[in-house]
């Protein structure tokens, strides 16, 4: 079961109550209402939308859609993006009476072979409309907001030299090159705060990606945190970026532009590799790292073979920890067991108890934004999906376009953050200042 280590609070910020599923729980302002839940015994979240089968954190990362609850009366928001507060009442969605005890849970098990809703009911025009009138009061995930918005959100503009998008390991070499060269510099990034893979990764941690998050505030960087990249349109005034933040857009106008998006976390398939208590690793190593929170006691980490080094540091520092680490290849998984949460897994060998299995695979890179503004893309099996094509120097096909870190390959946090470095370097030159 999920526990805080001793010796964290410090770095967790201010102690707050906040309300998940009807129960008070201790959390701190420095964390997501995800990590506080998992810490709390919050093991469910909400029901899938067809077969409400049980659904939970993944990622912590955002990119996922395991998390999505009702905060303070608004639908669908990624609980580990959402800062806790004091007195937030989150609550889970698509389930009744709740995401723990779901009735309609049963769909699941009456359709164990699958359901095609295409055809349910046909046969009969009056069951066919009782159906539909049933599946529109199923269907769908949450409900509207309690208040509808009454004002629209402000619109920022921005006209600089250098946009950065993607606040992780290259994202930030790279920006703080680049305002250190005395190039105004914007740095768009999704997370509640900068440092991504940084904070996942046992051997460089939190302090690592505090540090670097300062130089770059240092050297001058505008730092846009919680701010998600929503599209490039670049049909307009030669390029534009919208990005979305909590209270407010911008549009983003830059003589150069370096994407550092990173890559995401991918679950591996193996049956019943949706049930809550399958995590991906990078996921069980942010908690570590940045939240202090070890997410099992007894954890099984099944992995691929291209991120062994990565599994290898991860299993000593949760064994560090004081969990039961047992790694276990792709080839040998046959799928978990659980009711609701999983509490063994099946392997060639045998059945294996566990409270977590932790997926250790190759991330995909983050190429729908570089593809957006016209940037070739390849399909990379080693790369963990399509990559941007880049030269030697980190420039992309698209005009004024550079790339940078996991988005053109998997490198890893401190091979990231190099490549970052060394792509600003280029940057600096073309815009004249190297």
């Given at each position: 079961?999920?526990?805080?280590?001793?010796?964290?609070?410090?770095?967790?910020?201010?102690?707050?109550?906040?309300?998940?599923?009807?129960?008070?729980?201790?959390?701190?302002?420095?964390?997501?209402?995800?990590?506080a839940?998992?810490?709390?015994?919050?093991?469910?979240l909400?029901?899938?939308?067809?077969?409400?089968?049980?659904?939970?954190?993944f990622?912590?990362?955002?990119?996922?859609?395991?998390c999505?609850?009702r905060?303070?009366?608004v639908?669908?928001?990624?609980?580990?993006?959402?800062?806790?507060?004091?007195?937030?009442?989150?609550?889970?969605?698509?389930?009744?009476?709740?995401?723990?005890?779901?009735?309609?849970?049963?769909?699941?098990?009456?359709f164990?072979?699958?359901?095609?809703?295409?055809?349910?009911?046909?046969?009969?025009?009056?069951?066919?409309?009782?159906?539909?009138?049933?599946?529109?009061?199923?269907?769908?995930?949450?409900?509207?907001?309690?208040?509808a918005?009454?004002?629209?959100?402000?619109?920022?503009?921005?006209d600089?030299?250098?946009?950065?998008?993607?606040?992780g390991?290259?994202?930030?070499?790279?920006?703080?090159?680049?305002?250190?060269?005395?190039?105004?510099?914007?740095?768009?990034?999704?997370?509640?705060?900068?440092?991504?893979?940084?904070?996942?990764?046992?051997r460089?941690?939190?302090?690592?990606?505090?540090?670097?998050?300062?130089?770059?505030?240092?050297?001058?960087?505008?730092?846009?945190?919680?701010?998600?990249?929503?599209?490039?349109?670049?049909?307009?005034?030669?390029?534009?970026?919208?990005?979305?933040?909590?209270?407010?857009?911008y549009?983003?106008?830059?003589?150069?532009?370096?994407?550092?998006?990173?890559?995401?976390?991918?679950?591996?398939?193996?049956?019943?590799?949706?049930?809550?208590?399958?995590?991906?690793?990078?996921?069980?190593?942010?908690?570590?790292?940045?939240?202090?929170?070890?997410?099992?006691?007894?954890?099984?980490?099944?992995?691929?073979?291209?991120?062994?080094?990565?599994?290898?540091?991860?299993?000593?520092?949760?064994?560090?920890?004081?969990?039961?680490?047992?790694?276990?290849?792709?080839?040998?998984?046959?799928?978990?067991?659980?009711?609701?949460?999983?509490?063994?897994?099946?392997?060639?060998?045998?059945?294996?108890?566990?409270?977590?299995?932790?997926?250790?695979?190759?991330?995909?890179?983050?190429?729908?934004?570089?593809?957006?503004?016209?940037?070739?893309?390849?399909?990379?099996?080693?790369?963990?999906?399509?990559?941007?094509?880049?030269?030697?120097?980190?420039?992309?096909?698209?005009?004024?376009?550079?790339?940078?870190?996991?988005?053109?390959?998997?490198?890893?946090?401190?091979?990231?953050?190099?490549?970052?470095?060394?792509?600003?370097?280029?940057?600096?030159?073309?815009a004249?200042?190297?």
């Amino acid at each position: 079961m999920a526990r805080r280590l001793p010796g964290h609070d410090a770095v967790r910020g201010e102690a707050v109550e906040v309300r998940i599923a009807g129960s008070s729980v201790r959390a701190y302002g420095d964390e997501s209402i995800a990590a506080a839940a998992l810490a709390s015994g919050t093991r469910v979240l909400s029901r899938s939308l067809k077969y409400h089968r049980p659904r939970t954190f993944f990622c912590f990362e955002g990119h996922c859609s395991g998390c999505l609850v009702r905060l303070g009366g608004v639908p669908n928001l990624r609980a580990c993006q959402a800062p806790c507060s004091a007195g937030a009442e989150v609550e889970g969605q698509n389930a009744f009476p709740s995401a723990e005890i779901d009735l309609l849970g049963a769909v699941d098990f009456l359709f164990s072979r699958g359901m095609d809703h295409h055809t349910l009911m046909t046969s009969s025009s009056m069951l066919n409309k009782l159906a539909n009138k049933v599946v529109r009061q199923l269907s769908g995930l949450g409900k509207l907001p309690d208040v509808a918005a009454t004002e629209l959100p402000d619109v920022q503009r921005f006209d600089i030299d250098v946009c950065v998008i993607g606040g992780g390991p290259a994202g930030l070499a790279a920006a703080t090159a680049t305002a250190g060269a005395r190039l105004s510099t914007v740095l768009v990034d999704d997370q509640l705060r900068p440092g991504g893979s940084l904070r996942a990764d046992p051997r460089l941690g939190r302090s690592v990606a505090e540090t670097r998050w300062g130089h770059a505030a240092q050297s001058g960087v505008t730092v846009l945190s919680r701010s998600t990249a929503i599209g490039f349109f670049p049909e307009d005034d030669g390029g534009v970026l919208a990005v979305a933040a909590p209270e407010r857009l911008y549009r983003i106008y830059a003589k150069q532009w370096i994407w550092a998006t990173g890559g995401y976390v991918v679950n591996l398939p193996f049956p019943d590799n949706d049930r809550p208590g399958v995590i991906a690793a990078r996921a069980v190593g942010r908690l570590l790292v940045d939240h202090g929170i070890l997410a099992g006691d007894k954890i099984c980490i099944v992995e691929s073979p291209a991120c062994s080094d990565d599994v290898a540091a991860l299993a000593n520092a949760l064994s560090v920890a004081g969990a039961d680490v047992t790694r276990i290849p792709l080839a040998e998984m046959m799928g978990t067991r659980g009711r609701g949460w999983t509490t063994a897994i099946d392997t060639k060998r045998g059945k294996l108890d566990c409270d977590l299995v932790a997926v250790a695979a190759c991330p995909a890179p983050a190429s729908e934004g570089p593809r957006q503004q016209g940037c070739t893309v390849t399909l990379d099996e080693a790369a963990g999906g399509f990559r941007v094509v880049v030269d030697e120097h980190g420039r992309t096909s698209a005009p004024n376009a550079w790339a940078c870190g996991d988005v053109t390959g998997y490198r890893g946090p401190a091979g990231a953050g190099e490549d970052g470095a060394r792509v600003a370097a280029h940057v600096i030159a073309a815009a004249g200042r190297g």
